[in-house]
C-alpha cells in the first residue's frame, strides 16, 4: 500500500494552525476536527494523507498562504538520513540526484526526476498513486517546499527559470509566482522546476562529500530492501475504479483477471495490511470524487456509479472517506 512519512501530514496540518496527533486526530482549538488512521510506524497510508490534506485544503480560507505555510514549516531534516544526505551532499545537482533515487524512501506516492538533456534542465514530479482530488495541489505544496528547501541549502544565490504545472491556475497566478520568486506556468506539460544548467554545480553550504557517501551507503542498503513491483492495491485501484459502473466487482473476477487465484489475491493484500473491501473502498472513493469533482451528475447518480444501490449508503460510506458529506464536497470543489 502507498505511503507517505507522518513528517509531511503533521507540516500540513501545523500550516494550517493545527495539530495531528498520534491516535490520528486532528485538533484546532481543543476540538477533534478530523479523523484518520493512528500513525503508526512512522507512515501512514496514502489515501489518509490525501484525505486528510484535502480536508485541510477545502476548510482553509487561503490556499496560497496555506501552500507558503507548508513550504516554511518542511525542512529537509524532517526526511530523516534522507535529508541529511541532500544537505551534505556538494552541489545542488548531487542533491538532486539523491532526491531521485531514494525519494520513494519517504514516500512511494510519488517520484522525482532530474532531467539535464535541455537547457532548461527541469526537477519534474510524477505520481505513483491512483487519482485523487488533492493531487494537483499535492503537487505544488512539494514543489513550494522543494523550492524553499533548494534556497536553504544552496543560499540566497539560487532561482529559477520557472515553474510549471500540468493543472490550471486556481487561484491568484502571481501571487504563486512571488512564493516562487519566478514565473509559473499552468496548464503545461509537467509539474516541474526548471533551471539554468550552470546553476546545478552550485556548491551546498554544508556540502561534505565524505559524510555525504556515508549517508548515502545507508541510503542504498536501505532501498535494496525495496521490492521494485508496483503494490497489488494500487494495481487493483487502476482496474476496479473504471469497473465500478457496471455493479460491484468481484474478488474471484478480477483474481483471474490478473492472473491470480483468490486465496492468493487475498494473502497478497494481507501482506500490505489490506482487505479487498478496503481496496474497493478505495476504488469507490476515487471514483465518487471525481465525479462530484468534475461531473453534473446527480449524487444519487453518482451513487449508482460507484456500486451503490442506496443513496443513503453512498453518503454515509463517502462521509466515512473523506470527512464530508458528498454535496459539501462538491460545494468546496466549486470554490477550490
Not at 95 to 101: D, M, T
Not at 204 to 220: C, Y
Not at 226 to 237: I, Q
Request: hydrophobic share 40%.
Amino acid at each position: 500500500m502507498p505511503s507517505v512519512t507522518n513528517a509531511f501530514a503533521r507540516t500540513m496540518a501545523k500550516a494550517a494552525g493545527m495539530t495531528l496527533t498520534d491516535d490520528g486526530a486532528l485538533i484546532s482549538d481543543g476540538a477533534v476536527v478530523h479523523r484518520i488512521r493512528p500513525l503508526e510506524s512512522g507512515r501512514l497510508q496514502d489515501t489518509d494523507y490525501f484525505n486528510l490534506t484535502e480536508w485541510i485544503r477545502t476548510n482553509h480560507p487561503d490556499e496560497i498562504a496555506l501552500i507558503r505555510a507548508y513550504a516554511e514549516l518542511i525542512q529537509t531534516d524532517d526526511l530523516g538520513v534522507l535529508g541529511l544526505a541532500i544537505k551534505t551532499a556538494p552541489t545542488l545537482r548531487a542533491s538532486l540526484q539523491r532526491v531521485e533515487r531514494y525519494y520513494r524512501l519517504v514516500t512511494d506516492t510519488a517520484v522525482f526526476h532530474l532531467d539535464e538533456t535541455g537547457d532548461p534542465a527541469f526537477l519534474a514530479i510524477k505520481g505513483q498513486t491512483a487519482e485523487h482530488p488533492v493531487l494537483a495541489f499535492r503537487n505544488e505544496i512539494a514543489m513550494a517546499g522543494f523550492a524553499v528547501n533548494m534556497k536553504r541549502i544552496v543560499g540566497g544565490e539560487l532561482t529559477f527559470e520557472f515553474v510549471s504545472f500540468r493543472h490550471a491556475c486556481r487561484s491568484d497566478a502571481d501571487r504563486y509566482a512571488e512564493h516562487f520568486g519566478c514565473p509559473v506556468r499552468f496548464d503545461a506539460d509537467r509539474d516541474a522546476i526548471a533551471f539554468d544548467p550552470a546553476t546545478l554545480s552550485l556548491p551546498n553550504r554544508l556540502g561534505d562529500p565524505a559524510v555525504s557517501d556515508f549517508l548515502t551507503a545507508h541510503l542504498e542498503t536501505e532501498i535494496s530492501s525495496f521490492a521494485d513491483t508496483p503494490s497489488l492495491a494500487n494495481t487493483l485501484v487502476r482496474r476496479l475504479t473504471p469497473a465500478l459502473s457496471n455493479g460491484l466487482p468481484q474478488a474471484a473476477q478480477i483474481a483471474r483477471d490478473i492472473g491470480l487465484s483468490e486465496r492468493t489475491l487475498y494473502r497478497r493484500l494481507a501482506d500490505e495490511g489490506l482487505t479487498f473491501r478496503d481496496v474497493l473502498g478505495q476504488a469507490q472513493s476515487s471514483l465518487a470524487q471525481e465525479l462530484l469533482r468534475d461531473s453534473d451528475a446527480s449524487i444519487a447518480e453518482i451513487a449508482f456509479l460507484t456500486g451503490f444501490s442506496e443513496q443513503s449508503t453512498f453518503s454515509r460510506a463517502f462521509k466515512r472517506w473523506v470527512g464530508q458529506a458528498p454535496a459539501q464536497f462538491r460545494q468546496h470543489s466549486f470554490k477550490a
